[in-house]
Every structure is written in C-alpha cells, then in structure tokens.
C-alpha cells in the first residue's frame, strides 16, 4: 500500500531545475512524507522529508501544499549523477516504521 | 560509522539449497527492515524488526521465508528451499528513531538457477 502516485518517468535537461511531483491525497494528519532515490543497483539514498511545511537541505527543496495532498521535490540544478528512480513515501506513524515504496519517477538527466 | 553492511553481495545457487543472507545496521539504530526488489514488483518490504523483535512480517511471501535478528547488531534472511523465483536483489536498511530516515545497505544480488 504505497499511497502515493508519481510520474512513471521525466526528462530535465542538465543544469536546469528538476520539479518531481507526487500524489498523496489520502495523507493523514501525523504523517511524513519522504523522498527517497536509488541510482542502479545501489541501495535507496534518502533525500528530504518533511510533515507540512516545506524543507531544504543540500540536496532538494520539498514543497508540500498547504491541504498536504501533493508535494513536489525540487532538484535546483540538476547534474547526470542526478539521474535515478525517485521514490516519494508516506510513513505510517504510530504503527511503526515501515517505508512502503511505490513505483517512483525514473528521472533522466540530459546533457 | 560503515553504514549498513550487507553479505553477501552476490549469491548464485541451485534450486532447492538453503540461502542465508545476513545484515549488520548502524550502531545504535533501532529498527532494521529487508526489502526485496525485482523488475516486476519493484521494492517490496519484506519485515521488520524494532528493538530486535520482529514487528510485521506479513510481506514475507512464504513460510520458505524466515528472518531473525538475535541481536542489536546482526540479523539473517533465510530462505529454505530457494526456488527460481526468489530470484532478486535483497536489501536491509535500519533506523535510529520512529520518524528518521531509514539508511539501506548496498544489497545483495541473489540468483537461484
């Protein structure tokens, strides 16, 4: 149950923004939601995350909309390294820890 | 710290062998979890442990399917028999707290012919 939906892939030219949205519309009030990546055949890297209002750190931007159903990662200068599978994770709270991954947006980074 | 260190990398075996996989997590995080990941399913979460106790395994596909975490620093993915099937990349990642971000090993890449 992965509660989230993305864009099965995206194109951003190098140098140029990438903006990742994500699809939450079914969030609860106490949860977080979480951005993950995996560049081929590593292990899943963690990004940012963030409950309602919107975080950066040194990696991305992640902009939640104030009712809290979407939210968009925000690549501000996009380089080749950038290009993975992006994974945007609602985490159950309360109940436990899991990290329940969807589908993800396959990123392509273009020179 | 290493990170979490998962062994071994890559595992090639017959069908019907046992298969142990083993993950040591980060000192001091609490939870550990095995995923599981193959082109057609992408990453499934396997179970998961909190403070070395088994919490949800209902991911676990079947009973050929067993984990233990004996301690803080250690735990095993089982698999006896393996089939063909089981064929994919298994990882395991752990946590320090209830909302930090969880830290995933390098995998390990198992084939079952």
């Known amino acids: 149950d992965a509660k989230t939906t993305q864009p099965p892939s995206m194109d951003c030219a190098e140098g140029r923004a990438a903006n990742l949205p994500c699809n939450h519309s079914?969030?609860?009030?106490?949860?977080?939601v979480y951005w993950y990546r995996q560049i081929h055949s590593q292990g899943p890297q963690y990004i940012i995350h963030?409950?309602?209002n919107n975080e950066t750190n040194e990696m991305a931007s992640l902009i939640i909309t104030e009712d809290r159903k979407s939210s968009t990662l925000i690549l501000p200068h996009a380089t080749l390294r950038d290009t993975a599978v992006y994974y945007c994770?609602?985490?159950?709270?309360?109940?436990?820890?899991?990290?329940?991954f969807g589908t993800g947006t396959s990123l392509t980074v273009i020179p | 710290d290493a990170g979490v260190i998962q062994s071994p990398r890559h595992e090639v075996t017959e069908m019907g062998q046992e298969v142990t996989l083993r993950c040591k997590p980060i000192?001091?995080?609490?939870?550990l979890f095995w995923y599981r990941q193959t082109m057609m399913r992408g990453l499934e979460l396997l179970i998961y442990?909190?403070?070395?106790?088994?919490?949800?395994d209902s991911g676990m596909p079947e009973d050929r399917f067993s984990a233990k975490m004996p301690n803080a620093s250690f735990s095993t993915l089982k698999i006896q028999p393996s089939e063909p099937r089981d064929s994919a990349v298994y990882f395991c990642?752990?946590?320090?707290?209830?909302?930090?971000?969880?830290?995933f090993g390098q995998g390990t890449r198992l084939t079952v012919v």
């Open positions: 990642a752990s946590t320090e707290g209830s909302f930090t971000e969880a830290f």
């Open positions: 079914t969030i609860s009030g106490n949860e977080y």
């Open positions: 963030g409950l309602k």
């Open positions: 994770i609602v985490r159950v709270a309360n109940t436990g820890n899991q990290f329940y």
């Open positions: 000192s001091g995080h609490n939870s």
């Open positions: 442990f909190n403070n070395n106790v088994p919490i949800d």
